[in-house]
Nanobody
């Protein structure tokens, strides 16, 4: 599976961005798709995931603000980010893995290249 993330940019606090990730290669619909992020000087952390069945998981800090969705017909997964905060600033990565409840980095086999999100205060 090859993953290509896009949609990052500069936005003011309180604004919105929509990240997209396009997958190619093996059967996309079989995989759990996740978004991770890595802020400057910090470790990469889980943000959200959506399983092949549509079950979603979010880290607590983004619940109610971010929404993950997938379109199996288009091999895409999106992350709608609303009410953005400066602490959301990070490089965001999409990833694919086999486990329905995957929230750990080592549970994902395939990674995109990352897209930078910068939230100004």
């Amino acid at each position: 599976v090859q993953l290509q993330a896009s949609g990052g940019g500069l936005v003011q606090a309180g604004g919105s961005l929509r990240l997209s990730c396009v997958a190619s290669g093996r059967t996309f619909s079989w995989y759990t798709m996740g978004w991770f992020r890595q802020a400057p000087g910090k470790e990469r952390e889980f943000v959200a995931s959506v399983s092949w069945s549509g079950a979603t998981y979010y880290t607590n800090s983004v619940k109610g603000r971010f929404t993950i969705s997938r379109d199996n017909a288009k091999n895409t997964v999106a992350l709608q980010m609303n009410s953005l905060k400066p602490e959301d600033t990070a490089v965001y990565y999409c990833a694919a893995g086999p486990l329905a409840t995957a929230t750990m980095e080592n549970e994902y086999n395939y990674w995109g290249q990352g897209t930078l999100v910068t939230v100004s205060s």
